[in-house]
């Protein structure tokens, strides 16, 4: 039976249901017992990141959140997850937001997840904000409101898991 891909309307409707160019449809129970499986014998040599880009229209706006397996000078495996929100036009700084909430709400998902397996690995939170450009004045912000919520944080030129991943399927 082929399954398909939803737009999440909203973080009250999260959806455990990511897409992945290697697995496909997959749930965020199959992301975790994959990232169990592949982390079990060597957890430093990876790290966990996840990370929200979006592009605002003038109807709603499309959020692509990230979950990345890096195996470190090894390459990695994604997933991603497409959600909108229909509101309409948004300030920057409300964008950034809701970005935010959706990455911590999806590492909070995948952290209870892999702790009910018996798992603890370091969750990153990839930030697509910089020290250049209109999001410099959100960082202190949104890097406290990551920190606050006991997760790393990268912002640009770091946060390839969100200016890099995410981006590429924001259209």
Known sequence: MKRTVKFDRSLSEFSAEFVSPTYGIIDLEEITDLIVQRTSE????????????????????????????????????????????????????????????????????????????????????HSDIGNHGKTKELIKEVVSWIDSSGYSYRIKPESFGASSVADKYTD
């Open 42 to 125: 060597e957890s430093d040599g990876y790290r966990l990141i996840v990370g929200t880009d979006s592009k605002r229209r003038d109807i709603c706006a499309v959020y692509v959140t990230v979950i990345i397996l890096y195996h470190i000078g090894k390459g990695g495996t994604y997933f991603y997850r497409r959600s909108r929100s229909e509101i309409g036009k948004h300030s920057l700084q409300a964008t950034i937001f809701h970005e935010t909430a959706l990455s911590l709400a999806t590492a909070a998902k995948l952290d209870e997840l892999l702790k009910k397996k018996g798992v603890s690995i370091e969750i990153e939170i």
